[in-house]
């Protein structure tokens, strides 16, 4: 792979954009549930640490998911 976006944020902001018609807080726990239930664990940790560090690149509502997956652990 070169440069870019990783993976597991186009995965994540293409995830949220599909439900940008609810608030954040409600796209939040789709997503979280729809990464908990169906991504690898090394993904699904890959997107909070990306989280963590602050990524400006990721929707709000990927932020909100990954936060919610960090706090489900």
Do not use: C
Not at 26 to 42: C, E, G, L, Q, Y
Not at 54 to 65: E, K, M
């Amino acid at each position: 792979m070169s440069g870019g976006v990783p993976p597991y944020v186009r995965l994540a902001n293409e995830i949220a954009a599909q439900f940008a018609h609810r608030s954040p807080e409600d796209a939040a726990t789709v997503i979280a549930n729809h990464v908990k239930a169906t991504w690898d664990p090394r993904m699904k940790q890959a997107l909070i640490t990306y989280a963590e560090s602050g990524a400006t690149d990721l929707s709000p509502a990927a932020v909100l998911a990954a936060h919610r997956l960090q706090a489900a652990r």
